[in-house]
């Protein structure tokens, strides 16, 4: 072999030993030249300690850091002096709210009359006491009950006001209407008007009854009874008993407040206020504005009841004992017309037993009860007079669920807008609550309002309305030329305008 074939094979082995895998070992277990065995730890996280107390306090005493940290305080003092001098004057600018006048339980809502308790239900008393539950529904604040006492007409000597008649109930019964419909947040008033069933109801000499009234009034209000109602209490008014008598309903024990209430029929508004002024009644049921009467007129009587006295004594109603059922009113409108002025006027509506449905004279109460059960297809006239009555009250809920929650219509200002011989509009508004517009048509043809006031938006929507077709609920309707058709009525409400 020669020198070249050495150096050959020299170079051969040294290749074979480079492609060794290098496992620190060779085939017999020795290491071999080149080859190293390394360990790598699992763990290679590093740990930081953070600076030491002593190196902290030596940072942060250092002059950078004594100015960051009094540049970040005098920040935040001033951030938050100037929020509470931003808060300061918002408060300052803003509106003041108007400070919600004094209220009794009879401004709260609807006062409901049942003048025959008979005649509204089957069982008298005990009947009014079930038929509570339909009073809430349709947002009855207080009733108005009987006359219920024992009297024959014209014989002053038979009158026993403390004594309930027979034909209607017993006491028991009435404290345990009484019992009931303070639960549900009704109050009672009983009606004491001494000859309900003669031709004079005083017995053309109110004074020679005035102390039997007394002793009623003071009977029946410790019996839980909320208030007393009075018809032509210009009668008794007059009389030198009438200081003590309203002097009973004074209470300032913090108990709920008793009423003292009545009602005139035929009188003027100039009349009625002397009245209203020398009674000191709580409310009193004008049987103003007639609706015979020109819009103009109707106009004037409002405006000269309101500004005259607290709206929390005027009572509006058109129906009842002595005047008839609401929907036997002239003209001979729609009732929906009725229901839509009282309600809206500023005082507390009254309404008759059979308002809500627009029962007519003849008609029978027990026909709001037949509506419970749907009408025999067959019988189309019964069945159209149902969804007639039943759109009615619809209608009378939805006006009387607006009245109880509504600060302007509850105790808002009344603004007249407009009247004219056959129609009527006016304004109901309260500090920033909603604001509402009430416009009526009594008459046969249609009419345009040319409505004008600086609280007036451009439009405003329909809350309720007699004429559906043209104005439907929710809609937009301007508010600068309002058109109503013959008979109609509509209430619009828009936002305070800010």
Same mark, same amino acid.
């Given at each position: ?35 190293? /065995? ?28 004594? =100015? ?57 008393? /005990?009947?009014?006491? #079930? ?29 026993? $006001? ?17 019992? %009931? ?25 109110? &004074?020679?009854? &005035? ?55 035929? $009188? ?9 002024? %020398? ?17 103009? /007129? ?9 500004? *005259?006295?607290?709206?929390?004594? $005027? *009572? ?44 007519? &004279? ?24 149902? #969804? #007639?009555?039943?759109?009615? =009250? ?32 006016? $304004? ?6 909603? %604001? ?24 405003? =929507? ?37």
């Amino acid at each position: 072999m020669n020198k070249e074939d050495d150096m050959k094979d020299v170079e051969l082995n040294e290749m074979d030993q480079e492609k060794q895998p290098m496992t620190g070992e060779t085939p017999t277990g020795t290491e071999k030249n080149g080859c190293v /065995k390394v360990k790598v730890p699992e763990d290679t996280e590093v740990k930081f300690t953070g600076l030491s107390k002593e190196e902290l306090m030596k940072v942060a005493g250092t002059t950078g850091w004594v =100015r960051t940290r009094w540049a970040l305080l005098v920040l935040f003092w001033l951030g938050w002096v100037g929020m509470l001098a931003g808060a300061i004057v918002i408060i300052v600018q803003a509106p003041r709210c108007k400070p919600i006048p004094e209220m009794n339980w009879w401004n709260e809502g609807l006062l409901y009359q049942i003048s025959d308790v008979n005649a509204f239900s089957d069982n008298g008393l /005990k009947g009014v006491e #079930e038929k509570l539950d339909y009073l809430s529904q349709i947002k009855v604040k207080g009733l108005v009950l009987g006359p219920i006492h024992t009297v024959q007409a014209g014989q002053s000597s038979t009158l026993e $006001l403390t004594s309930i008649n027979p034909e209607f109930g017993s006491e028991s019964q009435l404290i345990s209407l009484l019992d %009931r419909a303070h639960r549900k947040g009704i109050s009672i008033v009983l009606d004491l008007t001494p000859d309900y069933e003669g031709v004079s109801a005083w017995f053309n000499n109110a &004074a020679t009854v &005035a102390e039997r009234l007394k002793e009623a009034c003071v009977y029946w209000l410790s019996k839980g009874v909320d208030g007393i109602f009075l018809s032509h209490l210009n009668d008794i008014a007059n009389t030198e008993a009438w200081p003590s008598i309203q002097g009973i309903f004074n209470r300032t024990d913090g108990t709920q407040k008793t009423a003292l209430m009545g009602s005139v029929t035929g $009188l003027s508004v100039d009349d009625i206020s002397v009245l209203l002024n %020398r009674s000191g009644v709580d409310l009193l049921l004008t049987g103003q504005p007639d609706p015979a009467e020109p819009g103009v /007129k109707q106009a004037e009587v409002i405006q000269k009841l309101y500004s *005259g006295h607290l709206q929390t004594s $005027l *009572g509006w109603s058109l129906s009842g004992r002595t005047l008839g059922s609401l929907a036997s009113r002239t003209p001979a409108v729609p009732v929906k017309l009725f229901h839509t002025l009282l309600f809206t006027l500023p005082g507390t509506p009254v309404l008759n037993a059979g308002d809500e449905v627009g029962l007519k &004279a003849g008609e029978k109460l027990e026909a709001m009860w037949d509506m419970e059960s749907k009408a025999e297809d067959a019988n189309a006239t019964a069945k159209t007079v149902q #969804e #007639e009555h039943t759109a009615v =009250r619809d209608f009378f809920k939805a006006l009387s669920d607006l009245k109880g929650k509504e600060r302007s219509l509850l105790h808002g200002e009344y603004v007249s807008l407009y009247s004219s011989p056959s129609s009527l509009a006016f $304004l109901r508004l309260w500090d920033q609550s909603e %604001r509402f517009l009430v416009a009526l048509n009594w008459g046969n043809d249609s009419v345009t309002m040319m409505l004008t006031n600086s609280d007036l938006p451009a439009e405003a =929507r329909v809350r309720a309305t007699t004429d559906a077709k043209n104005l439907a609920v929710d809609s937009k309707v301007s508010v600068e030329k309002l058109e109503l058709g013959p008979t109609q009525a509509v209430l619009l409400s828009y936002p305070f305008p800010g």
